[in-house]
C-alpha cells in the first residue's frame, strides 16, 4: 500500500495496511474529541465577552430603578396598566443598547467561525505528524516494484478538507434551538433580536418585577405614611409657615410637598437597602441562563457540523483493505 501524507510517500505491507488504516481512524477520532472540546471552549469565552457588558450596566439600571425619578415614573405607568412594557423599555435603553448584545450577537458567528478554522488548522498540523508516525512504524526502507502495488491511500485531500461553513443554515439552527422551535422557524431581525427579547420577557417575568405589579398597592400604603395623604401633609407644613398672611396657605402646601417626597425618598432608601443586592443578583442570573442556553445552541450546532465533517474523514480514511479478488483483463484494457 502506498500511504502519501503531506507529500511523503511511505510503502507499507500488504499485513501491516489494516493496522495503518485502524490507526488513522483512531487519529482522526481523537482530533474529533480535541478539536470539539476546543471549539466549546471558544464559544463560552466569545460568549463571556459578549455578555460582559450587559453584567457591566446591570448596577447603572439598579441605580435608576431606586430614584425617585423611576418610582414616580413606575407610578405612572401602573395606572396606564403598562408597567412591564415601561420596565422593559427601559432595560433595552438602559442596559441591551449600551452594551451592544444585539449587534455582538449578530457578530458572532464570524468569530466562532475564525475560531474553527484556526483549530482545524492546528489540528492538522498534529495529524500530519501522528499519521506520518503511523506510517513510518509500519513501513518498509527499500522501492518496492510497481507490480507488488496493490494500492494508494493519499491522505493530503483528506488532511485538506474543509468544513461545508453554510452560515444561512448554521443561524437557521441557532435560532431553531434559542426559540424550541423547529429549523424551519424564522426570525426578521435576527438572533441577536430574539435573544434581547427572550431576554426582557424573561426578567420581567422574575420575582422582583413582578412586584411593579402591585405599585398601586405600595402607593397606598406610602400615602398612609404621609399623614392621611396630600392635605395632612399640607396641614403639616402650615406649622413652619407664618401663621397669617395670604402665603401660609401655598407656604404649607409647598412644604407638606417637601414632606411627601421626603417620605417617599425615605422609603425608597430603605427598599434599596432591604432588596437591592437581590434586585441585581436576580438580573445576573436571568442573564448568565439566556448566555447559557446561546452556549447550548452554539455547542449542539457546531457539534452535529464537525460530525458531518469528520464522519467524512473517516470515509475517506478507509480504503478497500482487500485487492479486488477476481483479476479481469479487460478492465486493465479500459484503464
Known amino acids: 500500500l502506498r500511504v502519501i501524507v503531506d507529500g511523503k510517500i511511505f510503502h507499507v505491507p500488504e499485513h501491516a495496511r489494516a493496522e495503518v488504516v485502524s490507526g488513522t481512524s483512531r487519529i482522526i477520532q481523537e482530533q ?5 472540546q476546543g471549539m466549546n471552549q471558544q464559544i463560552d469565552h466569545l460568549l463571556v465577552e459578549v455578555f460582559a457588558p450587559v453584567h457591566k450596566k446591570i448596577p447603572e439600571f439598579a441605580d435608576w430603578y431606586y430614584s425617585l425619578t423611576a418610582e414616580y415614573l413606575l407610578y405612572a405607568s401602573a395606572i396606564g396598566g403598562n408597567t412591564v412594557g415601561f ?7 438602559r442596559v441591551f443598547r449600551p452594551a451592544r448584545l444585539e449587534r455582538s450577537i449578530d457578530e458572532l458567528p464570524a468569530s466562532v467561525n475564525n475560531s474553527l478554522q484556526q483549530l482545524l488548522a492546528e489540528s492538522r498540523q498534529v495529524v500530519v505528524g501522528q499519521l506520518q508516525s503511523v506510517a513510518a512504524a509500519h513501513s518498509i526502507q527499500e522501492q518496492p516494484a510497481v507490480g507488488d502495488i496493490a494500492g494508494q491511500l493519499d491522505l493530503d485531500p483528506l488532511l485538506d478538507m474543509q468544513p461545508e461553513l453554510n452560515q444561512k443554515l448554521i443561524n437557521r439552527q441557532l435560532i431553531s434551538v434559542v426559540a424550541a422551535t423547529g ?7 435576527g438572533l441577536g433580536a430574539l435573544m434581547v427579547k427572550k431576554t426582557l420577557t424573561k426578567i420581567t417575568a422574575g420575582k422582583s418585577f413582578l412586584a411593579a405589579g402591585s405599585l398601586l398597592g405600595k402607593l397606598a400604603g406610602k400615602s398612609a405614611l404621609k399623614s392621611g395623604g396630600t392635605l395632612g401633609a399640607a396641614a403639616t407644613g ?15 402646601a409647598v412644604a407638606g410637598l417637601a414632606t411627601w417626597i421626603a417620605v417617599d425618598a425615605a422609603v425608597i432608601n430603605l427598599d434599596e437597602m432591604l432588596n437591592r443586592e437581590a434586585f441585581e443578583a436576580e438580573l445576573h442570573h436571568v442573564v448568565r ?6 452556549s447550548q445552541a452554539y455547542s449542539e450546532t457546531y457539534s452535529a457540523l464537525l460530525s458531518s465533517h469528520f464522519s467524512r474523514l473517516h470515509q475517506d480514511g478507509r480504503p478497500p483493505l482487500k485487492p479486488p479478488a477476481t483479476f479481469i483483463p479487460a478492465q486493465t484494457t479500459v484503464r
Open 289 to 294: 441562563e439566556q448566555q447559557e442556553k446561546l
Open 183 to 189: 429549523t424551519g422557524v424564522t426570525v426578521a431581525k
Open 32 to 36: 474529533q474529541a480535541r478539536v470539539s
Open 238 to 252: 402650615m406649622v413652619v409657615c407664618s401663621p397669617t398672611g395670604p402665603g401660609a396657605l401655598l407656604c404649607g
Open 87 to 93: 420596565l422593559q423599555e427601559q432595560l433595552l435603553q
